[in-house]
């Protein structure tokens, strides 16, 4: 099996930038072709758009808890996924949401960005 600790490393390091709101570590972490699938109404979201809701705080992410994270390498290719307990405000609007998701990376000269995420909203049980 080849190391996917740099693809996990990532993962941890775009969970962390959510939750401090730091829009120029997820510009640094996600790849300019980067989608997002929105975990709550399933529209899409480009990198321009989240760098920008995150880094302006219209987007807060007050806590972000991963389980069950497990990552696959194919070559230069890592899919990460997992379960997260996400507590986050869109404006005025405070939400809990689990999910079960999907973080594509790609590796480009020794460091991951990722390319794709997509998130399923899951029930309590």
Do not use: C
Not at 39 to 53: H, I, P, Q, S, Y
Not at 64 to 73: G, L
Not at 91 to 112: A, C, F, L, N, P
């Amino acid at each position: 099996m080849s190391d996917t600790s740099g693809a996990l490393m990532a993962d941890r390091e775009f969970f962390k930038a959510l939750t401090d709101g730091n829009g120029d570590a997820l510009d640094r972490l996600l790849a300019d072709e980067f989608i997002l699938i929105d975990v709550m109404r399933g529209a899409e979201v480009a990198k321009t758009a989240l760098v920008e809701l995150v880094g302006s705080r219209q987007l807060r992410f007050e806590s972000i808890t991963p389980a069950d994270v497990y990552a696959r390498r194919y070559g230069s290719t890592a899919i990460v996924s997992g379960r997260t307990t996400m507590r986050l405000r869109f404006e005025q609007t405070s939400v809990t949401v689990k999910s079960r998701y999907t973080h594509i990376y790609i590796e480009d000269h020794g460091s991951w960005r990722m390319v794709s995420a997509q998130g399923t909203q899951i029930s309590d049980g």
